[in-house]
């Protein structure tokens, strides 16, 4: 073979590799892309290959190591990114040992991740005490992170202060700590409403009986005073967060009833600060709705979304936010009444509703934990008076 011959094979085996690689890249590049390649047969015997663009779907779970199934085909494991998904709406499911299933439609979008964090609630839930003393009348500060009680134990008979920060909230863990001491002449554990300050540095609080006193806690100094005009503490409290609503919204690009809305009284303001719960009436239902200030909104959420509707002669569920501002805890019942209510979990989209108790309750005030992995309830199991708070653990 002459030299030149030689040099022809080295020069096509060289462009046959070359050929080779940029093949492979922009296979490679295209697929990292979200582009697919997809086969169709339209007419009998004539096939045609289409390249799709795909999107993605990022999917968590609390607790993690669960298994992920999208249109009913095991796909993967918590925590991942599956790619390569046509665009549209898919069933995802997230399963777990021990816990309830998870399962909600999700719209995928070309060139888009659509993020997912699936809370799982245990299919047994745990009871544990959390005070043995006696509670009565729970209030959770605005951040969650303490919870003021009153309080007739026999030592220290008053009201008291439980920190919620940290990881494992129990009776044994948790070191509640006392605002203000009964004294002879002031009995204040027999109170009968607790309200925090937005700086949760003190506490407005009823006392029992016919004159009803109010009095304020400073939790600095743990010293009380004597307030006849309640409402004023009220209102500067609620000037105080309403200022911060309005100063948040003032510069939003929303239409001005949303404006109204947010600084409503009567609104609920999530964790996060960016959302905040709202009802509605249409015609003989009251809608609950949630609004996400978010911006951007996240792939595959709405800013203005429906939780659930109910009618207005019914009795209303008693609503509070789950630690993630993506939930909330309902408690539907006549607690007042029966002294049992049952507590569910639910997505601000209305899916994935778990009830996680249904039994003895004495307060329609259910809160969660700053961890998420619990909520505190006021109930008792045993006969007399005595109530106490509990933890539901739901993972």
Known sequence: MNQTHKSRLWVLEGILTLV?????????????????????????????????????????????????????????????????????????????????????????????????????????????????????????????????????????????????????????????????????????????????????????????????????????????????????????????????????VANMEVADNIKQLATSPKSIWAPDNKKFLYTIQNGNQLEYRVYDFEKPIPVGEKDDTLVLTTNVTDAQPKISWYSDSFHLILVEGNVEKDKKGSISLIRIDGTNKVEIYNNTLYSDSVYSAPSGDKVIILTSFKSGDQTDLYTVGIR
């Open 20 to 248: 080779l690689i940029l093949g492979a890249t922009t296979v490679l590049y295209l697929h990292t892309s979200g582009y697919r390649l997809n086969l169709s047969n339209n007419k009998p015997g004539q096939s045609t290959i289409d390249l799709n663009k795909t999107g993605m779907i990022s999917v968590k779970s609390i607790p993690d190591s669960a298994s992920v199934y999208l249109d009913d085909k095991l796909v993967t494991a918590t925590n991942d990114t599956m790619s390569g998904i046509t665009p549209g709406t898919h069933k995802l499911r997230i399963v777990r040992k021990g816990f309830v299933d998870w399962t909600k439609d999700i719209d995928v979008y070309q060139d888009l991740v659509t993020d997912i964090t699936a809370i799982l609630v245990s299919q047994s839930p745990s009871l544990e005490p959390l005070t043995n003393t006696g509670a009565k009348f729970p209030k959770i500060s605005p951040t969650l992170n303490k919870l003021a009680y009153f309080s007739q134990d026999k030592e220290k008979p008053g009201i008291w202060v439980i920190p919620l920060g940290g990881t494992g909230i129990n009776l044994f863990r948790s070191t509640p700590t006392i605002a203000i001491q009964d004294t002879r002449f002031t009995k204040y554990s027999s109170g009968i409403t607790i309200e925090w300050a937005p700086d949760e540095k003190e506490l407005l609080v009823q006392g029992s009986g016919v004159s009803s006193q109010y009095y304020l806690v400073d939790l600095q100094t743990n010293t009380a005073q004597t307030t006849s005009s309640p409402q004023l503490v009220r209102s500067s409290w609620a000037n105080t967060e309403m200022k911060k609503r309005t100063d948040f």
